[in-house]
């Protein structure tokens, strides 16, 4: 690899890194945000846990 090529490899490593991140992030935070609607759902509407919600 040349010079420049590693050069620019190293400066693209630490911005590929922090999309990852970010993605991992929000991913993690959609998942736990849906969960609690869910359960707040579940909670409100006066059925049973596993009760089906529509005929």
Do not use: S, W
Request: contains cysteine; hydrophobic residues 35%; proline residues 2%.
């Amino acid at each position: 690899m040349r010079a420049k090529q590693r050069a620019r490899c190293h400066d693209e490593a630490p911005g590929r890194l922090m999309l990852i991140g970010m993605k991992n992030d929000f991913e993690r935070k959609r998942a736990a945000a849906t969960k609690r609607t869910i359960e707040y759902a579940y909670a409100h509407c006066g059925v049973k846990e596993r009760q089906m919600l529509t005929k």
